[in-house]
């Protein structure tokens, strides 16, 4: 109950898909790349999941359900952590599951340039320390910061990435200095959100590349189809195992955006939340429900 989509049999080639189709390849059993929860390929509809970086794939599989069968390019660099991550994490373990494996990709692969928004993140809860970046000076391009925690709503605490620029973000081409960060975001699908008690609706094709616990990227819809980096972390981001649970057992994080200067730096969760809560109601968020995603 394999779906091999034709961008995955573009990259491996069509022997090595058909291999995976006839089950010469494929795990019975894994763990589902982007909800975490195990899957069995003889019962239930299982995506085939590609990460590419310049020279190495791996091949995940994830419940139909949770996400279509993609490529997803990354970094070569965290591609191969992932790997070692992985493989470090199985070999005390008896007999481990096989949640992924190499490929050899027909050609290299190539991945887009990254977008200049990489910057280090903090958890509001417990207090981290890691630092946000300094406003951008005038005549810079602003980058954007990463707040990771606990945010309630819905009656449930939900993992929540809040996502603020240090500084205006315009359309390409637009000097102005006129901060287009916010419409730019409800043009992609994001949704306007005046209620942080209201439960964000669930936004196609956006993710969160979560890596062994660890936080890498968010990636967004690829022009020609797959996902692409929107903003990739400079070192992968250690969540809290709450944050983590969280975003498992719901199988999606909630992630706000807000214009610089809105929310800033916040020490704990509840103040995270007070901020969120006087930004909304300013109108200054935007939000969305994305999936998990990882090797």
Same mark, same amino acid.
């Given at each position: 109950?394999?779906?091999?989509?034709?961008?995955?049999?573009?990259?491996?080639?069509?022997?090595?898909?058909?291999?995976?189709?006839?089950?010469?390849?494929?795990?019975?059993?894994?763990?589902?790349?982007?909800?975490?929860?195990?899957?069995?390929?003889?019962?239930?509809?299982?995506?085939?999941?590609?990460?590419?970086?310049?020279?190495?794939?791996?091949?995940?599989?994830?419940?139909?359900?949770?996400?279509?069968?993609?490529?997803?390019?990354?970094?070569?660099?965290?591609?191969?952590?992932?790997?070692?991550?992985?493989?470090?994490?199985?070999?005390?373990?008896?007999?481990?599951?096989?949640?992924?494996?190499?490929?050899?990709?027909?050609?290299?692969?190539?991945?887009?340039?990254?977008?200049?928004?990489?910057?280090?993140? &903090? +958890?509001?809860? %417990?207090? !981290?320390?890691?630092?946000?970046?300094?406003? $951008? =000076?005038?005549? #810079? @391009?602003? *980058?954007?910061?990463?707040?990771?925690?606990?945010?309630?709503?819905?009656?449930?605490?939900?993992?929540?990435?809040?996502?603020?620029?240090?500084?205006?973000?315009?359309?390409?081409?637009?000097?102005?200095?006129?901060?287009?960060?916010?419409?730019?975001?409800?043009?992609?699908?994001?949704?306007?959100?005046?209620?942080?008690?209201?439960?964000?609706?669930?936004?196609?094709?956006?993710?969160?590349?979560?890596?062994?616990?660890?936080?890498?990227?968010?990636?967004?819809?690829?022009?020609?189809?797959?996902?692409?980096?929107?903003? &990739? +972390?400079?070192? %992968?981001? !250690?969540?809290?195992?709450?944050?983590?649970? $969280? =975003?498992?057992? #719901? @199988?999606? *994080?909630?992630?706000?955006?807000?214009?610089?200067?809105?929310?800033?730096?916040?020490?704990?969760?509840?103040?995270?939340?007070?901020?969120?809560?006087?930004?909304?109601?300013?109108?200054?968020?935007?939000?969305?429900?994305?999936?998990?995603?990882?090797?």
């Amino acid at each position: 109950m394999l779906d091999v989509s034709d961008e995955v049999r573009s990259e491996i080639g069509d022997d090595e898909a058909d291999r995976l189709l006839g089950g010469a390849h494929a795990p019975d059993t894994y763990e589902c790349t982007s909800c975490r929860t195990p899957g069995d390929t003889l019962m239930e509809p299982t995506s085939t999941v590609l990460f590419i970086g310049d020279e190495t794939a791996v091949l995940a599989f994830a419940h139909s359900r949770c996400i279509p069968s993609q490529v997803v390019p990354v970094s070569e660099e965290q591609l191969l952590g992932a790997v070692r991550s992985i493989n470090q994490a199985q070999e005390p373990a008896a007999a481990p599951q096989q949640p992924s494996y190499t490929v050899p990709l027909q050609e290299p692969a190539q991945v887009p340039a990254q977008v200049p928004a990489q910057v280090p993140a &903090q +958890a509001a809860a %417990p207090v !981290q320390e890691a630092p946000l970046p300094a406003p $951008a =000076a005038a005549g #810079q @391009a602003a *980058v954007l910061g990463i707040t990771c925690g606990l945010v309630m709503h819905g009656g449930t605490g939900h993992a929540a990435l809040v996502v603020e620029p240090t500084g205006p973000v315009g359309r390409p081409g637009n000097t102005s200095g006129t901060d287009e960060f916010l419409s730019l975001l409800q043009d992609a699908g994001f949704q306007p959100l005046t209620d942080v008690d209201v439960t964000p609706g669930q936004l196609s094709g956006w993710s969160v590349l979560m890596v062994m616990g660890q936080l890498h990227a968010i990636l967004q819809p690829a022009a020609a189809g797959g996902s692409t980096g929107w903003w &990739q +972390a400079h070192q %992968p981001l !250690q969540v809290t195992d709450a944050w983590r649970v $969280a =975003a498992g057992k #719901q @199988a999606e *994080v909630t992630m706000y955006a807000v214009p610089a200067g809105t929310v800033g730096r916040q020490p704990r969760e509840d103040l995270l939340r007070l901020a969120l809560e006087r930004a909304a109601a300013q109108g200054q968020v935007v939000a969305a429900a994305v999936p998990q995603a990882g090797p």
